[in-house]
């Protein structure tokens, strides 16, 4: 079945470094990829999302890339803040009307002033 | 505009009894999804309603977790005489229909379900 792979945390940066969290799949057809985040304390929010092959998904300063040939949705940023603690988790979602969704298992991301 | 809310957010219970979770999805939204969140096993799909309908539940862990929903709008996720591995937060997301099958999934806050 799908399956989701995620980088195993936790992650600990300085602020203003770079991040990059590493997340593979395994679907048939083609799957929607997602990343949300989970701050302290709140709700689960969608960070980004890319719907097809070579679609990029970008908000607040992060990026990642639908990549079919290395079946890859890695999450980048190019200089955390400590306000970007949390933890991210990479999702999948089949085509057709029951998008539910397939997870990783999170990283947590601590970021240091 | 309203998000999707949950209630209880954070529940205490005795093993053996029952508990009702109810989720409030964004009004208009057609989809309706249960997950469950555990240090164990972390994000799992529960069940997923397309209005009144549930075409999948293939996430239930057992025949004492059912779901329902009614006038397409609010669900009760109910589980039966509970035990402690049923400790978790329950998470509800709801998402709005498009030519393309349902688009982006909004959580609710959870309820957090401990049982003693």
């Known amino acids: 079945g799908d399956s989701v792979t995620q980088m195993e945390g936790p992650v600990t940066l300085s602020e203003e470094a770079f991040l990059t969290i590493n997340c593979t799949y395994t679907?048939?057809?083609?799957?929607?990829l997602f990343w949300y985040v989970q701050y302290p304390g709140e709700g689960l929010q969608l960070l980004l999302k890319?719907?097809?092959a070579d679609d990029k998904g970008s908000n607040k300063g992060f990026e990642a890339t639908y990549r079919k040939e290395t079946t890859s949705f890695h999450l980048e940023k190019g200089s955390v803040q400590v306000s970007d603690s949390a933890v991210y988790f990479c999702?999948?979602?089949?085509?057709?009307?029951?998008?539910?969704?397939?997870w990783g298992l999170g990283t947590s991301l601590a970021v240091n002033p | 505009g309203a998000g999707v809310s949950q209630s209880p957010s954070n529940k205490v219970t005795e093993k053996g009894k029952d508990v009702e979770l109810r989720c409030d999805p964004i009004s208009g939204h057609t989809a309706l999804y249960w997950y469950r969140q555990s240090l164990g096993q972390g994000l799992e799909f529960l069940i997923y309603?397309?209005?009144?309908?549930?075409?999948?539940k293939s996430g239930l862990p057992s025949d004492r977790f059912s779901a329902e929903r009614t006038g397409g709008s609010v669900s009760t996720l109910t589980i039966q005489r509970t035990q402690q591995e049923d400790s978790a937060v329950y998470l509800c997301a709801s998402s709005a229909s498009s030519a393309r099958g349902q688009e982006t999934q909004y959580f609710g806050p959870g309820t957090r379900l401990l049982v003693l």
């Open positions: 309603f397309q209005g009144n309908s549930a075409p999948d």
């Open positions: 890319a719907t097809k």
């Open positions: 679907a048939t057809g083609y799957p929607s």
């Open positions: 999702a999948l979602a089949g085509a057709g009307n029951n998008r539910k969704l397939i």
